[in-house]
């Protein structure tokens, strides 16, 4: 739940995403396939948020070559928590 939920993105950039990976201390421990992007003013609990952030409805892709690879640690160097990578990238 925490790969689908509550994101500040460029939503015009994430709609053309193929896969959302979900990282954790450097491993992808999630794949996604995104279907559908939503909305959100507030969080389930009631916060509320002072810009939208966005969720995404998906499939699991469990059998991805991304999934259990490294990302270099400064790929969000930038202190964000989102990147995007070129869809030429390719599992090592």
């Known amino acids: 739940e925490r790969t689908r939920k509550y994101w500040h993105v460029n939503i015009e950039r994430a709609k053309k995403a193929d896969y959302v990976l979900g990282v954790y201390k450097s491993i992808v421990r999630a794949v996604y396939r995104p279907i559908n992007w939503l909305p959100f003013d507030f969080a389930e609990?009631?916060?509320?948020?002072?810009?939208?952030?966005?969720?995404?409805?998906?499939?699991?892709?469990?059998?991805?070559p991304y999934l259990n690879k490294m990302i270099p640690h400064n790929t969000f160097g930038s202190g964000s928590a989102i990147a995007y990578f070129p869809r030429t990238l390719r599992s090592k």
Request: charged share 40%.
């Open 45 to 64: 609990d009631g916060t509320m948020f002072r810009k939208t952030r966005w969720a995404f409805e998906g499939e699991e892709v469990p059998d991805s």
